[in-house]
């Protein structure tokens, strides 16, 4: 063989061999965007879920508050009362939405 014959060669197997490791990067890439969007999913779930909890343990520190003191403070009443307002705008956003 030539030596010219011999440098095609190989460049073509290392072309060949630059080939088959594009494919591996590219599929291990196809897999790592997969996982990101599913930790993205996951964490967009936890995020949802601890606005929930969030969202019951104020409606349950305004329920203490008002079953456990029948005196309330100035301070207390207008927290009750801005926690209720905003229980109002919840229920009429989600009415809005259903119509």
């Not at 460049?11 to 990101?36: C, W």
């Not at 995020?47 to 305004?62: C, F, P, V």
Request: glycine share 2%.
């Amino acid at each position: 063989m030539s030596e010219t014959q011999q440098q095609l060669h190989q460049l073509k197997a290392n072309l060949e061999r630059l080939l088959r490791n594009f494919t591996a990067v590219r599929n291990e890439n196809d897999m790592l965007k997969q996982q990101i969007e599913a930790q993205r999913k996951a964490l967009t779930e936890k995020n949802n879920k601890i606005g929930e909890l969030d969202q019951q343990l104020s409606l349950a520190k305004t329920s203490k508050m008002l079953t456990e003191n029948e005196t309330l403070t100035r301070e207390d009443k207008s927290e009750v009362r801005q926690k209720i307002n905003e229980l109002i705008k919840e229920v009429d956003k989600c009415i809005a939405m259903m119509e």
